[in-house]
């Protein structure tokens, strides 16, 4: 199993986890949940305290992904498999994102 935080302008939003048998799962944290200036991370997302669950990566967490040549270069410098969208995820969210979503391992 993997996790990472999702954050949401630097505010810890939720956690995002990839089960053993590749399944996701994302949650919002209580506390960003009981916040009234809180905002989605996505509109299939909505902010609401049950877990939203999927047999693959979520779509918004997806489009994070870099793709084509970048995703290969990524891949390579990173040592991850093509097909490990959550490992990318986990390698290259962080930082330097478009939005004002960043993606934290939990180690």
Known sequence: ????????????AGI???TDDRKYIFRYTDHYFNTKSSKVVS????LSQQE?????????F???LSEGVNKQR??????????????????TADE??????NIKRIK
């Open 1 to 12: 199993m993997r996790q990472a935080e999702v954050y949401i302008n630097k505010t810890l």
């Open 16 to 18: 995002l986890t990839e």
């Open 43 to 46: 509109v299939n997302l909505p």
């Open 52 to 60: 939203y669950h999927s047999d693959y990566l979520f779509p918004f």
């Open 62 to 64: 997806f489009n994070m």
């Open 74 to 91: 990524y891949c390579r410098l990173f040592k991850i498999d093509d097909n490990d969208d959550f490992g990318l995820l986990l390698a």
């Open 96 to 101: 330097d994102t478009i939005g004002n979503v």
